[in-house]
């Protein structure tokens, strides 16, 4: 089983709202990842945490915060967002990040600023 | 045939025919490389990776080729079905490090 969830499916949201996205795995990985995908570009990174701890921050704007509660959750939660922060919001994980792993995305969240 | 413009680059295909998508990747270092497929609407979905200390990798109808001498990555799917009409991405990871994507190519599979 490769598969990792994403909630809510689309989202749309005003300028002053807060919203959370939430994304979950149940294969054991201990490294999850938050991309931002637009429109006809590749992923780019956003957050890397490994053992629940956050690893990597790619100088993404304080108005996105991640946390991770447990070792299979994932959330991002959303403040005071941009318009131009309307993507594809996608959630990936691998075993660890010690090594070269796979990584396994899930569906995405896609996200409206309004 | 195979474009490339300001917008994603495509590759036309006929349906039964074999298609090959390029990738050209850039740290010589990178050891671990995947091709991913994206649907539309869909996040990517892992198709198969290889490691820098193989050449060639086979799946079911896809192959991966891995030229380290020129930095080159290839997918080849055999007799290309419509299911097969997606965006594919390469990934490029050097050990520690996070994976860098490739631009993409849009798979388009004529009937």
């Known amino acids: 089983d490769t598969e990792v969830t994403q909630t809510p499916k689309h989202l749309v949201m005003g300028m002053t709202n807060k919203k959370s996205l939430k994304c979950e795995q149940h294969m054991g990985h201990r490294a999850m990842y938050w991309y931002k995908q637009k429109a006809k570009k590749p992923p780019e990174l956003m957050f890397v945490?490994?053992?629940?701890?956050?690893?990597i921050n790619e100088s993404v704007p304080s108005r996105f915060s991640p946390e991770c509660p447990n070792s299979s959750l994932l959330n991002l939660h959303l403040h005071a967002l941009q318009p131009e922060d309307s993507a594809l919001y996608l959630c990936?994980?691998?075993?660890?990040?010690?090594?070269?792993?796979?990584?396994?995305f899930g569906p995405g969240t896609r996200l409206t600023v309004l | 045939g195979e474009s490339v413009g300001l917008h994603l680059p495509t590759l036309s295909v006929q349906e039964g025919d074999n298609s090959i998508i390029n990738c050209a990747y850039s740290?010589?270092?990178?050891?671990?490389f995947i091709w991913y497929k994206q649907e539309s609407g869909k996040g990517p979905q892992f198709i198969i990776d290889?490691?820098?200390?193989?050449d060639k990798r086979q799946g079911q109808r896809v192959t991966v080729l891995l030229n380290k001498t020129v930095k080159h990555l290839s997918l080849q799917i055999a007799a290309t079905q419509p299911g097969d009409s997606a965006v594919y991405f390469c990934?490029?990871?050097?050990?520690?490090?996070?994976?860098?994507f490739g631009p993409g190519t849009r798979l388009s599979v004529l009937p």
């Open positions: 290889i490691r820098s200390n193989m």
């Open positions: 990936a994980s691998s075993r660890s990040t010690d090594t070269s792993q796979a990584q396994y």
């Open positions: 990934a490029e990871n050097t050990y520690g490090q996070n994976f860098v």
């Open positions: 740290n010589s270092a990178s050891d671990y």
């Open positions: 945490y490994s053992y629940e701890k956050l690893s």
